[in-house]
């Protein structure tokens, strides 16, 4: 019998969805961080399921408001790290850049794990891991192992303090796209 009950002592609510325009990404951000900002009134954490990437960003900065910079720990194919697109900040490929420059996140301590998406140039990853990202890849994860990289996240995230708080976000295509063959970027 297990005694692991992570939620025995700790009281867990569903707050509910949050209502966000579907025609105009900017409006979106501004409601998303807007009602993140009213839940954390009443709780200290908050767990997100669904969306893209668009939404980490004004998640990210309610939390930080209150707890201050956050360790990204980041599962996706993808950094989500590239600079504004056609005149958008913030859009799902472009968050954790954006939390970077606002100093959302630590400036180190972060790391990106799973990383295999072949758009990414040597100047990509050398921006990420100047943001105080690191960057272990999905050959890295199959060479080193889960404990090692394990390690490694647990050590990138002392390097931001004992008690930073952390962001974790795992997206699905992180996976294989032969077992998320349904992900809309599946590289």
Same mark, same amino acid.
């Given at each position: 019998?297990?005694?692991?009950?992570?939620?025995?002592?700790? %009281?867990?609510?569903?707050?509910?969805?949050?209502?966000?325009?579907?025609?105009?990404?900017?409006?979106?951000?501004?409601?998303i961080?807007?009602s993140?900002?009213?839940?954390?009134?009443?709780?200290?954490?908050?767990?997100?399921?669904?969306?893209?990437?668009?939404?980490?960003?004004?998640?990210?900065?309610?939390?930080?408001?209150?707890?201050?910079?956050?360790?990204?720990?980041?599962?996706?194919?993808?950094?989500?790290t590239?600079?504004?697109?056609?005149? %958008?900040?913030?859009?799902?490929?472009?968050?954790?850049?954006?939390?970077?420059?606002?100093?959302?996140?630590?400036?180190?301590?972060?790391?990106?794990?799973? =990383?295999?998406?072949?758009?990414? @140039?040597?100047?990509?990853?050398?921006?990420?891991?100047?943001?105080? =990202?690191?960057? =272990?890849t999905?050959?890295?994860?199959?060479? =080193?192992?889960?404990? %090692?990289?394990?390690?490694?996240?647990?050590?990138?995230?002392?390097?931001?303090?004992?008690?930073?708080?952390?962001?974790?976000?795992?997206?699905?295509?992180?996976?294989?796209? @032969?077992?998320?063959?349904?992900?809309?970027?599946?590289?």
């Open positions: 019998k297990s005694k692991q009950r992570p939620l025995l002592e700790r %009281q867990v609510a569903d707050l509910g969805d949050v209502d966000v325009t579907p025609f105009g990404i900017d409006r979106a951000v501004e409601e961080h807007a993140c900002h009213e839940k954390l009134k009443v709780v200290d954490r908050l767990v997100i399921m669904g969306g893209d990437h668009s939404l980490s960003y004004p998640a990210m900065k309610a939390v930080s408001e209150k707890f201050g910079p956050l360790v990204l720990i980041h599962f996706d194919s993808h950094m989500d590239f600079p504004p697109m056609f005149d %958008q900040d913030v859009w799902h490929g472009s968050p954790f850049r954006k939390c970077w420059e606002d100093g959302v996140i630590a400036k180190d301590g972060s790391t990106h794990i799973g =990383i295999r998406a072949t758009t990414y @140039s040597a100047h990509d990853l050398r921006e990420s891991d100047a943001m105080g =990202i690191a960057t =272990i999905a050959d890295e994860v199959h060479e =080193i192992g889960v404990k %090692q990289c394990v390690e490694i996240v647990r050590e990138r995230c002392m390097l931001a303090g004992n008690h930073a708080p952390v962001y974790l976000s795992i997206d699905i295509d992180v996976l294989d796209p @032969s077992v998320a063959p349904g992900t809309g970027t599946p590289e």
